[in-house]
């Protein structure tokens, strides 16, 4: 089948373009108002950009009623914001925390998780969550779009901390992925869970280009 975006005319029941770039990371967001009420969302829309610094990309669509939201209006109007890697244990509480809440409410306490302290932004962290990326505000890149909620803010942050759970580390020295499980997102309502992983290096690469594929600090 073949179909026009504009025009929706794939004749399915369900629009399938969320189901075609999968699985993604799920960014679970945590952020503080200006007058210091805390929020938490998840959006699977997200993504690192690069890694020497660090920068990561956060997609935020509008609301149901065309406005934008509040993690959108807390990341510009603070500039902070954290990054908290939502795992299978902790889908329920990250399902509850993607209901559209009036401003104000804090989402910790409707999703029953704990709020630690961060060290270099004021939002506070996900304490179950086993990985949080601490965050800045670089940059917000705004997309038209068609229907209420079209239109989204592209929110660009530099992660200037780094917090992972000692459990989580393998004795390799690099973090068990599949013992995390983290959540991603699948289109539809579907979600999945890292179970298994396979390792794959690519033929005769230099050091330099190994370096860079694993993310690490150019030295």
């Known amino acids: 089948m073949n179909y026009d975006p504009v025009l929706d005319n794939h004749g ?9 770039s999968v699985p993604r990371p799920i960014a679970w967001v945590s952020t503080m108002s ?24 956060l997609s935020i669509n509008q609301t149901t009623e065309g406005v934008r939201k509040d993690t959108c209006n807390n990341i510009e109007q603070t500039g902070e914001f954290v990054i908290n890697m939502p ?15 009036p401003p104000g409410v804090d989402e910790f ?13 004021k939002p506070y962290r996900v304490e179950e969550s086993p990985i949080q990326l601490e965050c800045i ?14 239109t989204c803010d592209v929110i660009i942050g530099k992660v200037v901390m780094i917090h992972i759970k000692d459990e989580v580390i393998g004795e390799n020295g690099q973090i068990d992925i599949v013992k995390i499980r983290p959540l991603a997102r699948l289109g539809y309502w ?16 230099n050091k330099e ?11």
């Open 12 to 20: 399915l029941p369900m629009g399938p373009f969320k189901s075609i």
């Open 137 to 150: 505000h670089h940059q917000t890149l705004r997309l038209p779009g068609a229907g209420a909620q079209g």
């Open 34 to 57: 200006k007058d210091g009420k805390s929020n938490l969302a998840p959006y699977s829309q997200y993504m690192n950009l690069t890694f020497d610094p660090p920068y990561v990309m």
């Open 190 to 205: 579907n979600y999945t869970s890292v179970t298994d992983s396979f390792e794959m290096v690519i033929p005769n690469a």
């Open 209 to 219: 280009l190994l370096v860079g594929l694993q993310g690490a600090k150019q030295k």
């Open 87 to 101: 795992t299978y244990e902790l889908r329920e509480a990250l399902n509850r925390t993607a209901t559209q809440f």
């Open 109 to 121: 306490i409707e999703a029953g998780v704990t709020k630690a302290p961060s060290i270099k932004v």
